[in-house]
């Protein structure tokens, strides 16, 4: 005899338990602190602050810790905590030529002012699995540079932006006009939207999804023909104007990445050929992300440039509204969510079809063996 | 063909139309009328300004200035660019009719022929399925489709069944005016000239009022009352079809037509 | 970070409240009709209620008496949840599971089966607020073809069913015409609910939060669910009875009792079939079917 199932509070309590417990693992292993993920895996950390949009770096570690490592969980985790605090005013925008540079390179040219500052890359590791750190021995690097020189602001080593140079000569198109910026934290985008808010949207976007887009752009979806003007990182400082006073307030500095493509360049009879631009930036070192928003940057322009828009990272609406992965992920794993009533609507239907289509056939059968009984030709 | 009998007011009245994406690109000083039941002829080399004649026409390509204005069914005079975008899509959707070069471009490729057909009285207020159906059925016989097909979908028809079923889903609500653009372009000649003696016997048949875009001037004796030949973004010449292919004035006509190959 | 005390009535803070509901007063001046929202992340995933529980917050009050449902039930796991949500963060309402009692009803995928009155609001979660968006992806265009009642192609869509399936195929989140202009995806409510919809005397409101979209139905307004003349709407029905209750009206849930496929057939509104089996002194002897 079929009893109305309840019991849906003990369920949720019992999995909170079980999570907590599988979140600990190991009681004899001791416990990873949040300062140790803060410090030791900070690109982790970098990219949940990045798409989480929010500069706290040891909250970010929390949710990594509280997400047991899945990074869109804690992305999700610090979005929501972000919609809980109050909003005070904008800063003034950051110029990153006074960045106090940790790296600094371009690929466009050989040798510039300042010169190419690897800092602390992976590129050219070579991905060889060291056996060491898993037995908690020395890194296989041990040679670090003693002084600080790299931590001297750019004017003093000479680091003037290779777009700076660029648009001295009259090669870059001029993006420099005076715009309002939307916000879209505050006002949902509404297509066309401005290149602030798809910059917005793709600062906080999935590096996955991104990287993917930028990707088939190089391999002929779309093609803007990137190079790589500029990728920099270090750290700038936050101010902001307050009313009451005449002067700006200094908030402190934080990490970012920014890079700058240089592209297809665009011309016609009336105007000379320039070269076009695709943007990226991050909160810490992400680096990999600013060049794929970089890319997905330039392509989302090709409308206002007169290009194709075919290819799909060439689409407003498909890049836009596809590539947040708190959205994303909310949405796919909502399937999870019973959806027993609709179902049962969508059962009724077919069974009531399979029943024509089989009654159907049963009468044309009945039909074909008439005729054919008649002689005639079925069909 | 019978010269239709001209009434007092133009149907499509075009004066000093503009529309240049760079020296003589484009159209410009473009002047006509169009009356009820003719059938008006834009011809010229590629490049002469033809498709955008048309597509400041269809209301799609606003023109840097001139005056658009269409006789609407209900008497009154419709000035196409300052009306609202709601009344021209209006017009657009239930008065005028387009047919492009490229049926794939004016069907609707995830539903069946029938629903394409059906779509534009759909769209003004047909709530009866079978009524729906048997217009589908009917359309399609008159396009020499076969209506057993009703429920396929256009992919699965050849080009120049597409273009029939094109020329259907436009046709069923009895546009006062369609626009036409190179209907037989991209087509085998034989597949053309079929569909020349469909959009013929329809054009007699429903009284339509056509302007058609062709470069291809044979089609245009067959098809047309009225030339306009377009060169460079201007007109160049205008008058009765038969005038202007046996007696071209203007130099370049007088090249066009002797460029025709003639069997 | 665990601590909700730090946080304002029902989560949200005021000015979100407002602005919120500055959209729900636009949406109920034009019945059916989109108006985007500034959604915010909330503590439950977007696709899981989000757009409902925004709402929900934006209007309860301390006086105010909350029933979630989910499927039409109060302990589905997720109703648990944003019950327990508000429980938390709402300090000082009650929550009821009893539809009469409730003066805000929150739901996903379910009208209750009691007439709701005058003094009750509900709440909908909607996963996709755009009834034309599996026909036009596009946004910039269906909000052309709203403005424009260019709704034609809607019912390309229903043609296209009928000539393949020979019936209309779309069994939940129905589309209907609001106040006879605005064509509405009434949220994944199976159409067995779409009656409902049409002069129902509480304010109806619907949250899309991933989409950032509200609109509402005001109170005695005329919802016309999308059909033929020769194929006309008609909602579901059942050949058995409530296995419970024995109710031959209410939405049933099929359930499968063993392996042998052996089903029976429940009240997917909980309140409802208890109440029933209640009034009806039910037995609960009837056969299993199967």
């Known amino acids: ?379 | 063909m019978k010269i239709p009998s001209v009434e007092a007011e133009p149907l499509l009245h075009v004066e000093g139309v503009n529309k240049l994406y760079g020296i003589n690109r484009g159209c410009q000083e473009i002047d006509f009328n169009l009356y009820a039941g003719e059938v008006l002829g834009i011809v010229g080399e590629s490049g002469s300004g033809k498709s955008t004649l048309l597509n400041c026409l269809s209301g799609d390509v606003p023109p840097d200035c001139g005056q658009i204005v269409v006789a609407s069914s209900v008497g009154d005079k419709v000035d196409l660019y300052q009306a609202s975008e709601s009344r021209r899509r209006l017009l657009m959707r239930s008065e005028f009719g387009i047919v492009k070069q490229n049926p794939r471009d004016g069907l609707r490729l995830q539903v069946s022929a029938g629903a394409n057909i059906g779509e534009r009285l759909m769209a003004i207020g047909e709530r009866h399925y079978s009524r729906l159906r048997d217009v589908g059925i009917d359309w399609m016989s008159q396009v020499e489709l076969d209506p057993e097909r009703i429920d396929d979908f256009p992919e699965t028809f050849s080009g120049g069944m597409q273009q029939r079923l094109q020329i259907a889903r436009v046709l069923v609500t009895q546009p006062r005016l369609v626009l036409m653009d190179e209907p037989t372009g991209g087509l085998d000649v034989s597949v053309q000239a079929k569909l020349l003696d469909l959009i013929r016997s329809l054009v007699s048949e429903l009284n339509l009022s056509v302007v058609m875009v062709t470069h291809d001037l044979a089609v245009a004796r067959l098809l047309c009352h009225r030339l306009i030949v377009m060169k460079k973004s201007r007109i160049v010449e205008t008058g009765l079809t038969d005038q202007i292919l046996d007696d071209p004035q203007h130099s370049y006509t007088q090249l066009l037509v002797s460029s025709v190959l003639t069997p | 970070m665990n601590n909700q005390a730090g946080y304002n009535f029902a989560y949200l803070d005021e000015q979100t409240k407002r602005s919120i509901r500055r959209g729900l007063l636009k949406a109920v001046a034009i019945p059916g009709f989109q108006v985007p929202f500034n959604s915010r992340e909330m503590p439950m995933p977007y696709g899981w209620g989000t757009g409902g529980v925004q709402l929900t917050a934006s209007i309860l009050g301390e006086d105010d008496i909350l029933k979630v449902i989910d499927q039409g039930a109060d302990d589905t796991t997720n109703a648990v949840s944003i019950r327990r949500f508000f429980e938390h963060t709402a300090k000082g309402i009650d929550t009821t599971t009893d539809t009469a009692k409730a003066t805000v009803i929150q739901t996903r995928h379910r009208i209750p089966e009691y007439a709701l009155t005058e003094q009750q609001i509900i709440v909908f979660q909607v996963p996709i607020p755009e009834p034309l968006r599996f026909i036009e992806p596009s946004e910039t265009e269906t909000c052309k073809m709203h403005a424009l009642e260019e709704y034609g192609v809607m019912h390309v869509k229903l043609y296209e069913d009928i000539a393949h399936y020979g019936h209309i195929a779309t069994t939940y989140a129905y589309p209907v015409r609001v106040n006879h202009r605005y064509i509405m995806d009434p949220s994944p409510i199976p159409k067995f609910d779409n009656p409902k919809l049409h002069q129902n005397k509480a304010l109806m409101i619907f949250g899309a939060g991933r989409e950032k979209r509200l609109y509402a139905i005001p109170p005695y307004t005329d919802v016309h669910s999308l059909d033929f003349e020769d194929h006309p709407f008609a909602i579901q029905q059942w050949d058995q009875c409530c296995h419970l209750c024995g109710s031959d009206s209410s939405f049933l849930d099929e359930i499968i009792v063993d392996d042998e496929g052996a089903r029976v057939f429940v009240c997917s509104d909980s309140h409802y079939c208890q109440q029933h089996a209640n009034a009806n002194n039910f037995s609960d002897n009837a056969e299993v079917h199967s």
């Not at chain 1, 109305?4 to 190991?26: F, M, P, Q, S, T």
């Not at chain 1, 570690?61 to 605090?85: H, P």
């Not at chain 1, 240089?262 to 631009?277: A, D, K, L, Y």
């Not at chain 1, 794929?292 to 828009?309: N, Y």
């Open chain 1, 1 to 379: 005899m079929y009893v109305a199932v309840k019991g849906g509070e003990k369920a949720i309590d019992n999995a909170h338990g079980l999570l907590a417990k599988r979140r600990r693992g190991n009681k004899d292993i001791a416990q990873l602190g949040v300062d140790q993920i803060q410090e030791q895996l900070s690109l982790a950390v970098d990219r949940v602050m990045t798409e989480g949009s929010l500069y706290d770096p040891e909250l970010a570690a929390l949710a990594l810790k509280q997400a047991m490592g899945d990074c869109v969980e804690a992305i999700f985790l610090l979005r929501a905590y972000r919609t809980t605090l109050p909003r005070f005013g904008y800063s003034e925008p950051v110029d990153t030529r006074n960045m106090r540079l940790q790296r600094r390179i371009s690929a466009t040219y050989k040798d510039i002012p300042g010169g190419q500052l690897l800092g602390p890359t992976y590129d050219y590791t070579h991905r060889l699995l060291d056996f060491k750190l898993l037995a908690d021995g020395e890194p296989y690097i041990d040679n670090l540079p003693s002084s600080s020189d790299i931590d001297l602001p750019a004017e003093e080593l000479h680091c003037p932006k290779v777009m700076d140079l660029l648009h001295a000569e009259g090669l870059l198109q001029n993006t420099t006009e005076q715009v309002t910026v939307g916000d879209i934290t505050r006002e949902p985008i509404a297509y066309p939207c401005k290149r602030s808010e798809w910059l917005q949207t793709l600062v906080r976007a999935d590096e996955g999804f991104l990287l993917s887009l930028g990707y088939s752009t190089q391999r002929g979806y779309g093609r803007t023909h990137p190079f790589a003007g500029e990728i920099r990182m270090g750290y700038v400082e936050i101010t902001m104007a307050i009313d009451e006073l005449d002067f700006s307030v200094s908030l402190g500095e934080i990490c970012i990445t920014e890079c700058e493509m240089i592209n297809q360049f665009s011309g016609n009879q009336q105007q000379p050929p320039q070269f076009t631009q695709g943007y990226g930036i991050s909160f810490g070192f992400c680096e990999r992300k600013t060049m794929a928003m970089a890319l997905v940057d330039r392509s989302l322009q090709s409308k206002s440039l007169g290009e194709s828009t075919d290819s799909p990272a060439a689409q407003e609406e498909f890049v836009l509204s596809h590539c947040d992965n708190v959205e994303a992920s909310g949405f796919v794993s909502h399937l999870k969510l019973p959806h027993y009533v609709d179902f049962q609507s969508e059962l009724a239907l077919i069974r009531k079809l399979r029943e024509e289509f089989f009654s159907k056939q049963t009468e044309s059968d009945i039909t074909t063996t008439l005729t054919s009984k008649a002689g005639d030709r079925s069909e």
